[in-house]
């Protein structure tokens, strides 16, 4: 299996950041911020190029609160 990058799409309030994965049958999650405010993702799923390992590393601008770090997963699905 080849690494490849996900779809991440970003939204943003003052204060909150909002990012969503597109990846199905995620297994394997491991999702940790960095003490130099880098956001790391790491899953094996299913995602635009079929099922492969996925990984990408977001580096914010302005220092991230670790306490105020959530990452709430949930999976949806739509019937075409």
Known sequence: MQI???RVYWAQRHGEIYLRV??????????SLQENNILQ???QGH???GDNDYEFSL????PVRP???SSPLSTSSSAA
């Open 4 to 6: 490849l990058t996900p």
């Open 41 to 43: 993702f790491r899953a």
């Open 59 to 62: 580096a914010f601008l302005e």
């Open 22 to 31: 597109e990846l199905s049958d995620a297994k394997n999650l491991d999702i």
């Open 47 to 49: 995602g635009a190029k």
């Open 67 to 69: 306490e105020d770090y």
